[in-house]
Every structure is written in C-alpha cells, then in structure tokens.
C-alpha cells in the first residue's frame, strides 16, 4: 500500500514496508481523507484503507481519578485553544494523544483491577474472537492480551468501520467471559483507545510496542502475543 509522512496534506510515499494510509484506488493521486468522530472521552481519528493501534481495557483496569486528570488536562487546552480563537493544532493533539497513552499505559501494565485475563481460559476466548473474521472483516496484523487489557493492530477491511469490529469483539467476549468467570456485570470499559498509524515507521513502532508489553510488565513467557510478520 502507498502511504504518506503526515496527517494532512499532500502524500509522500515511502518504500520502508507496510503503508496503512492509502490514497483512494480509484483516484491515486488524491491525498487521503481524514474524519474524526467523537467517542465518550476521546476524539478518534478513521481513514479509508488505514490499520490502527487500538487498546481496550477491563472495567476495573482503571482508576477513576486518572481518567479525570488526563480529561482535566484536555479541557484545559481545549479552553486555552478557544479563547485564542483556533482549534487544537494536530500538535497539541499528538501530544494529548501521548499523554494519554502513557499516562494510561503505566497504570495497566502494574496490573490494576482483577485482571480476568491472567486466566487461561478467559485469555483464549479474547484470542479466538479477534482471530475468528481476520481476512473477512479486516487483517489482524498483530495482537496482545495482557491480564486487564488487549491491543491489536488491525486494518479494517472495506465495508467494515474499527468502531464496529471493536464492538463486536467486546460483546461477544463480554457475554463469553462472564459466563466462564460465572459472574455479572461490566466486563470492559465502554471507551477504548485507538492510533491512526501514519506511516511505515508508526506501524512498527505499534507492532513492537504490543509485542513487547508483556515483558515491559514483567510477564515472562506470556502465551498471549501474535505478529503476522512473525509468522513461517
């Protein structure tokens, strides 16, 4: 796939691998078209013909009042932005994004909550529903499931929107965990994290990061990771 540098403007190809941000086939010369959506507490960023980084996390994997710090701090710049009369630059929305991700990463990697998906059962289950439509409904790239959380680097195939392959994936494996947990309830968090990936070098940056979480939280031997490009 042909790719380009940056969020906006004109496409600049790069030959380094896997591109997820395409121009449109029938008009190749065009740059790409970006739509942001607003979800419950973050904006997300979709694109025809793009692969995402997206996270989602257990109900209980989450302290509230980091949830709260993190969407003070956006208000804030969001205001800040406001009352100088202009939007939020895409740098200061990179740089949201970052916070976000760091900020909710450090607490999900230290195991918060009751971790449902240390057990092996609740683990496979995860596994199998985001494996069952890959090359139907979009192209798993890789994934993760971590013991309160699960990354995937996924491409939406046509026809097919991330919000509703996230959607699926939840609720079949909501009703399908508890079940097995034999208890009620919330199971995931209604928000979930997604990444547009820009370029070559961001989808790399996406597949190792998933990869190696596990042993960045000190799970060794962790049975839960896939990579495509790992594959014979």
Same mark, same amino acid.
């Given at each position: 796939?042909?790719?380009?540098?940056?969020?906006?403007?004109?496409?600049?190809?790069?030959?380094?691998?896997?591109?997820?941000?395409?121009?449109?086939?029938? @008009?190749?010369?065009?740059?790409?078209?970006?739509?942001?959506?607003?979800?419950?507490?973050?904006p997300? &960023?979709?694109?025809d013909?793009?692969?995402? =980084? =997206?996270?989602?996390?257990?109900g209980?994997?989450?302290?509230?009042?980091?949830?709260?710090?993190w969407?003070?701090?956006?208000?804030?710049?969001?205001?800040?932005?406001?009352?100088?009369?202009?939007?939020?630059?895409?740098? /200061?929305?990179?740089?949201?994004d970052e916070?976000?991700?760091?900020?909710i @990463?450090?607490?999900?990697?230290?195991?918060?909550?009751?971790? &449902?998906?240390r057990?092996?059962?609740?683990?496979?289950?995860?596994?199998?529903?985001?494996?069952?439509?890959?090359?139907?409904?979009y192209?798993?790239?890789? &994934?993760?499931?971590?013991?309160?959380?699960?990354?995937?680097?996924?491409?939406?195939?046509s026809?097919?929107?991330?919000?509703?392959?996230?959607h699926? !994936?939840?609720?079949?494996?909501?009703? $399908?965990?508890?079940?097995?947990?034999?208890?009620?309830?919330?199971? !995931?968090? /209604?928000?979930?994290?997604d990444?547009?990936?820009?370029d070559?070098d961001?989808?790399?940056h =996406?597949?190792?990061?998933?990869?190696?979480?596990?042993?960045? $939280?000190?799970l060794n031997? !962790?049975? &839960?990771? !896939?990579?495509r /490009? @790992?594959?014979?």
């Open positions: 796939m042909k790719g380009m540098e940056t969020l906006g403007g004109t496409p600049k190809p790069r030959g380094t691998g896997i591109l997820p941000v395409a121009p449109s086939a029938s @008009e190749p010369n065009t740059p790409p078209t970006f739509r942001k959506r607003r979800g419950a507490f973050l997300h &960023w979709t694109c013909g793009a692969a995402y =980084a =997206a996270t989602f996390r257990l209980d994997s989450l302290p509230r009042h980091v949830l709260e710090a969407l003070m701090e956006r208000r804030a710049l969001v205001d800040a932005a406001a009352r100088s009369a202009h939007a939020l630059s895409e740098q /200061e929305e990179k740089r949201l916070r976000h991700s760091q900020t @990463e450090a607490y999900l990697d230290a195991g918060h909550g009751a971790c &449902w998906l057990e092996s059962a609740v683990a496979q289950l995860v596994a199998d529903a985001l494996r069952h439509f890959d090359g139907q409904r192209q798993l790239h890789a &994934w993760c499931v971590m013991p309160n959380h699960v990354h995937g680097l996924v491409e939406p195939l026809g097919h929107g991330l919000s509703a392959i996230l699926s !994936w939840k609720l079949f494996t909501a009703k $399908a965990a508890n079940r097995t947990l034999g208890r009620t309830g919330v199971f !995931w968090q /209604e928000e979930y994290y990444h547009l990936i820009r070559a961001d989808y790399a =996406a597949r190792q990061y998933g990869m190696n979480n596990p042993a960045k $939280a000190g031997n !962790w049975r &839960w990771v !896939w990579s /490009e @790992e594959q014979p």
